[in-house]
């Protein structure tokens, strides 16, 4: 299966999980504001504002050097790698964040990132709720993650406006982070 949106190619993109094959991603997910889509050829300049962005890599390792940034835009783009997607504005066809699912520490995990410029409208918590919506219909699992530094108010208003749970704290990298879960309704 393959498609397209705005003419961006999609690539299949597959991943074998025990009991399935699923692919990722095609067609895109439609919200009211905001599409999810995998990454195509054009999103790097976003992928490397964020990257590069100090406010929006505060809890996430700091800002990447330009070039490095760059290099994995170019990786990021080149797709074909299962979980990973962005996100779009539909107003403006922006691209305005990026994120995946991966499986960091034994459950599936959904990470994101907004650019700076478009926090604080409700867009974030759109395209997770799109990508967690997507995960329960087609996948079998009934566990979707997410970990968030402590200090991370925005991302933990974000996870409990969409009704994650929080099931405790644990360290990384010396800091107390968050672990919230997503479960099939
Ligand atoms: C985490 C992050 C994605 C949250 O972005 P965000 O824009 O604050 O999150 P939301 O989409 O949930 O937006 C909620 C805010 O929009 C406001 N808002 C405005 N219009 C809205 C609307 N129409 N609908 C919903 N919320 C709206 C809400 O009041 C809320 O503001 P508040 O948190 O100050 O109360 C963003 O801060 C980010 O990219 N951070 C850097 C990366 C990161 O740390 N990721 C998390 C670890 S994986």
Redesign the pocket.
Known sequence: MSGALNGLPLKPCLVWDARQVTVWLDPPLVGE?VVVRQPAVGDEAGLVE?ATDE??????GGAADPVAAAAKASARVAGGVWGQFVVVHRGSGDLI?S?DLARKRGPWE???????R???????????ALVRGWFFAHTEHDLLI????QA????R??LE??GAVNVGAFEQYGLVQQRYEFYRS
Do not use: I, P
């Open positions: 504001r964020m406010r929006v890599r505060r809890f996430l964040g994120g959904v990470s994101y990132q907004l650019r700076h478009y926090w604080g409208r409700g867009l974030a918590a759109e395209a997770v997410a970990t968030t530094q991370n108010d925005r991302s208003r974000l406006r969409l």
